[in-house]
């Protein structure tokens, strides 16, 4: 029998999801989104950032070669390319370009079959609203129209290589829509969509969500769409009409402490980008990042430029508790010893699942409670993430019957999901002294009736779920 006290926390959960839950229709509702976690993969990020140019095609492929081998079994199976694409002006008959890079010998195509050939996906990094100079200086014919290239551009470009196509010039719906589909008949799987604050900025919002929603309607269920510095107004609000995930932080760059939780701490912008740090972003967009709304992404990975084990950990937990992507910056002659973070099967196994779950405050200034996450699994565990951080120890610690509604606060089995142990049942609380930049992940199994309310997926103001 539900204890009287119980079945008031369970009915007080449901209220507060009915009340603050954007309605079904509000949020995109894709194939992706219904899963609720984003995709394990590799990204072409690090070396474009570190030379600052693009990436050869001899790289890309020796970093295809090294993730097929290394981490394929453990579920990442895309690769995508990322920036510094103005080099990529080899376009089709429509204006569409063929290649990453103008110098690489293969074009999309091939490496679309290179990686269906070791049953893998590609994604691509590109925004469907560009047009680069190739296909302006040809003003070529805009497919499905009478209009050319040099009839959709806009009043302003996003740098000389690249124009903007303006979406209230004749023309522009099938441009957009038609690169969309051009990469999807390409067998792309993941379209990464960068530097969107930027159309909205010159552009305003109206047409910018109009341009989002001709993408998505052109995606359908086939394509998930990433979108990629929004500036992210009203909550996100036009955001999570149109896209399956949504970056909530400022950019990896050197990918070391800084980028995890300390850049910017604690202050918050009302435009891209909201949030300086990972950690930051992931307690300010908690409350629409759930199965159903919108995936979190926090960005890239390189575990080879944080300071030690216990930074890679809390990294890559931040990243599974947060619900994001899980994309591997690191590259095959960069990585070191560190492979074994992304290759633990327990972790793995909770973004297969669809898990992302909230933090007990969504107010990032309250330290200790917006360090500690909880969330639930299809078969009822709850999986807690405690982290620490400070420059100096810490204490945290979850309730098993305040925090999580066990019934008698009584543990069936609790387990080190780092460790990979079974440290057996307990009573009331679970309580560790974690070391600086330190943390834990534990599932718990209990007896007590199942719940999936997605841990009060709220909307609107920072609230505590205790």
């Not at 984003?38 to 950032?49: L, N, Q, R, S, T």
């Not at 699994?377 to 098993?400: A, H, K, M, Y």
Request: with cysteine; hydrophobic share 35%; charged share 25%.
């Amino acid at each position: 029998m539900i204890a009287m006290n119980y079945t008031k926390w369970i009915l007080g959960l449901a209220t507060i999801f009915l009340s603050f839950c954007p309605h079904s229709s509000v949020a995109r509702d894709s194939p992706f989104t219904r899963h609720g976690t984003g995709p394990k993969y590799w990204i072409a990020y690090e070396e474009c950032f570190v030379t600052n140019v693009p990436l050869s095609e001899e790289r890309w492929k020796a970093n295809i070669d090294w993730m097929e081998k290394t981490f394929k079994p453990y579920g990442y199976d895309m690769i995508c390319n990322d920036g510094w694409i103005e080099a990529a002006q080899t376009v089709n008959e429509n204006g569409y370009i063929t290649k990453y890079n103008s110098d690489w010998k293969n074009g999309f195509s091939y490496w679309a079959r290179y990686l269906q050939e070791r049953d893998m996906k590609m994604g691509v990094y590109y925004n469907p609203m560009w047009l680069t100079r190739a296909a302006y200086e040809q003003n070529l014919s805009v497919k499905g129209t009478s209009y050319r290239t040099r009839d959709i551009v806009g009043y302003k470009s996003f740098n000389d290589p690249l124009y903007w196509v303006d979406v209230d010039k004749p023309g522009a719906k099938e441009w957009i829509q038609n690169y969309v589909r051009y990469f999807k008949e390409m067998g792309v799987t993941y379209l990464r969509i960068d530097f969107l604050e930027n159309y909205e900025t010159n552009y305003g919002t109206r047409r910018y969500e109009q341009a989002l929603a001709w993408i998505a309607e052109a995606a359908g269920d086939d394509l998930f769409l990433s979108l990629v510095m929004p500036h992210c107004y009203n909550h996100a609000k036009t955001e999570l009409k149109y896209g399956d995930m949504i970056r909530i932080d400022d950019d990896c760059f050197d990918g070391d402490w800084d980028f995890v939780s300390n850049r910017r701490r604690g202050q918050q912008k009302d435009h891209w980008p909201q949030f300086g740090n990972a950690f930051d972003g992931f307690i300010g967009f908690a409350d629409v990042g759930a199965r159903g709304q919108m995936i979190l992404d926090g960005d890239f990975m390189r575990m080879n430029k944080l300071a030690n084990d216990n930074e890679r950990r809390f990294l890559f937990s931040l990243m599974i508790m947060g619900g994001s992507a899980l994309a591997i910056a690191d590259q095959y002659d960069t990585i070191g010893d560190h492979a074994w973070v992304y290759q633990n099967p327990e972790m793995n196994e909770l973004n297969s699942l669809g898990f992302a779950a909230k933090p007990l405050s969504y107010d990032f200034r309250d330290a200790a409670n917006s360090s500690r996450w909880i969330g639930q699994l299809p078969n009822g565990d709850w999986v807690v993430g405690l982290f620490n951080r400070e420059s100096t120890p810490q204490t945290r610690s979850i309730d098993f019957h305040r925090e999580l509604g066990i019934e008698d606060g009584q543990a069936v089995n609790v387990r080190d999901l780092w460790e990979r142990k079974d440290l057996g049942g307990m009573s009331g609380t679970y309580t560790i002294e974690l070391q600086p930049h330190e943390c834990k992940v534990i599932r718990i199994q209990h007896n007590t009736l199942k719940i999936e309310a997605e841990t009060a997926s709220v909307r609107g103001g920072a609230k505590s779920i205790k």
